[in-house]
């Protein structure tokens, strides 16, 4: 794997976990400030810890060379449409501009290249939910748990959208007695798998 690789994915997976603190930190009658997502991949001067903060939208990490660098990877689309990497990358840019329009379908091609990919597909879904598509949102976290049915994070993230946004609260349930049987030692998402646990109770 080369740098620029390496950086990439570092980059799509810091992205995916800052988006996802302020998407879920927002939604409606959730009585959380932070879902707590930030403790699986470590934020290293993004402020990731809180209120759903972002990287600089151009520039920096997000896309080496700013402005030149989207211009460069527009470029190699045209000769190559279905390069991944360039794919990822315009959609992780525009989603750290909160430009949702225009990063779909970046992350939308780079999920027919390699639709394996679930980074692309949490990404993906990070759109839908901010286009107030949550049913696609659910849709994409739904398929992510027929394949790995015990992740804590997905779990969690479909029992929110379940719980807030598509009035399912017994499907809810259920995914968040997932967390609290797969969270492990991580006692940030227990406590608010918990929390929600009671909120639905009520």
């Not at 394949?147 to 994070?153: G, Q, R």
Request: glycine fraction near 10%.
């Amino acid at each position: 794997m080369t740098n620029n690789s390496a950086l990439g994915r570092k980059t799509v997976l810091a992205v995916s976990i800052i988006m996802l603190v302020g998407i879920f930190a927002a939604s409606v009658g959730y009585r959380m400030t932070n879902p707590g997502l930030e403790k699986h991949v470590k934020q290293e001067g993004h402020g990731g810890g809180g209120g759903g903060g972002m990287p600089p939208a151009m520039g920096g990490e997000g896309m080496p060379g700013g402005m030149a660098g989207l211009k460069d990877k527009m470029a190699l689309l045209e000769k190559d449409p279905e390069n991944f990497e360039a794919l990822r990358e315009l959609g992780n840019a525009f989603m750290m501009m909160r430009a949702w329009e225009r990063a779909a379908p970046f992350l939308e091609r780079a999920s027919k290249v390699r639709p394996e990919d679930p980074e692309i597909r949490m990404s993906l879904g990070i759109v839908r939910f901010q286009q107030k598509d949550y049913p696609a949102a659910a849709a994409i976290y739904e398929n992510l748990l027929e394949e790995a049915p015990e992740d804590p994070l997905v779990n969690y993230n479909l029992g929110i959208l379940y719980t807030h946004f598509l009035n399912k609260p017994e499907a809810a349930v259920q995914r968040f007695e997932k967390v609290i049987e797969n969270a492990g030692d991580d006692k940030e998402m227990l406590e608010r798998a918990r929390e929600e646990m009671k909120h639905l109770d009520h």
